[in-house]
């Protein structure tokens, strides 16, 4: 197997005081054809401030940052700090412009990196025996 | 921005006629600490077959390769062919042993490099007023 596989930033997250938006580089502007008839979509973006080799040794962490909560693997948490820093966020579309899609609010900080968008397809998992430990609340 | 990220995979998916599993890499088990206290997780896996230099560049596709439905930007579809190859399942634990998550069932080959692995919390998003286009059925 491959011991590296290359990711390259597609677009980036901007947030101003009136708007949160997804500016899509010209180059991958087509990828968004069709991208209209979804309500919802799933955006991946790169954790970059903590893209140091320190930060993606970390293994364990208190989920959210607090102390109170048990020391978990990065993989049984969403932590930003985790080997590979991607994150997931489901986000609404308020309208799209061009290469640049228009959401609702996102967790992330103004120019962060993103490296893929899904369309968002509602889970036809039923929302039952789903288990989580006492942290998540 | 910088133009480039690296992945390096975690651990492996693995199937056999009588279990499908993820082997997570030795030097990332810790990160599966507390992961028992779920049910389901998020697995984060790289479309390896399709890492050229030409998939890479594919922007627009008939979805489910089905010439029916219409042309479509692969950000509005999850195409295994799209810039940065990662793909996203939520599929259940049926135990864990060690670094071996052995799980329900995923769509992915024999093989694949798994690079993350996140714990799978219930969305709180109200499944209403979500909208898709009509080749989503």
Redesign the interface.
């Known amino acids: ?10 677009g ?1 997250i901007r947030k101003t005081d009136t708007a949160v938006r997804i500016d ?1 580089a010209e180059k ?1 502007a ?6 209209e ?6 955006v ?1 973006y ?1 954790f ?1 401030k903590n ?1 140091t080799p320190k930060d993606r040794k970390i ?2 962490v208190h989920p959210r940052a607090n102390p109170k909560n ?9 932590s930003p700090k ?5 994150a ?1 966020s ?1 986000c609404e579309i308020t309208s799209i412009e061009g290469n640049i899609i228009y959401i609702d609010r996102i967790d992330a900080l103004d ?1 962060t ?1 993103v ?9 036809t ?1 039923p ?1 039952t ?6 942290w ?1 609340s």
């Open positions: 197997m491959s011991d590296e596989f290359k990711i390259f930033p597609v980036v899509i991958y087509e990828a968004l054809l069709g991208l008839g979804f309500s919802h979509i799933v991946l790169w970059h893209d293994l364990k048990p020391l978990t693997g990065v993989f049984a948490t969403h985790r080997p590979n820093l991607i997931i489901i120019g990196p490296i893929d968008i899904k369309c968002y397809i509602p889970s998992r929302n025996n789903i288990r989580v430990p006492d998540i």
